[in-house]
């Protein structure tokens, strides 16, 4: 029976594909570098699978940052970037938890992205759509 399950099992393994992204880019408070910022990447998944972290990090000194990792999927990934700050948060428990989603066009096939999605230099201070607050992803 164990076998079966597992040669019932090789075909969907044999269809899953590498697939990698990468994200760059400068966030701010201000006119200040957002520094020692939590970053992290993920493949979006839907239903009661749960997201792919492809890589995680942190922005230096000058806000800045480049992030890449990658994934085995049958389809299209879906990456997506998550920021976790306290830009202009005053004493609110927890982090402000923004997402910014990467076009499709900069997924690629293989282990390494062969481009990356530049965000340019956002100001944190932004009050973003769809922004949520996170007490689990703390430094």
Request: net charge negative; with cysteine; charged share 25%.
């Amino acid at each position: 029976m164990n076998s079966y399950l597992l040669v019932s099992f090789l075909p969907l393994v044999s269809s899953l594909v590498d697939q990698s992204a990468g994200v760059r880019g400068v966030l701010l408070c201000g006119d200040k570098p957002l520094a020692n910022t939590k970053i992290k990447l993920y493949d979006d998944d839907s239903g009661i699978d749960l997201d792919d972290l492809l890589a995680e990090g942190q922005t230096d000194s000058l806000g800045q940052f480049l992030l890449h990792g990658f994934t085995s999927e049958i389809g299209t990934i879906d990456p997506k970037l998550n920021v976790y700050h306290d830009c202009d948060d005053g004493i609110t428990p927890c982090q402000r938890k923004v997402t910014f989603w990467i076009p499709k066009d900069f997924v690629s096939t293989g282990q390494h992205p062969k481009r990356y999605f530049d965000i340019g230099h956002v100001n944190m201070q932004t009050i973003f759509d769809g922004e949520t607050r996170d007490c689990f992803h703390r430094k």
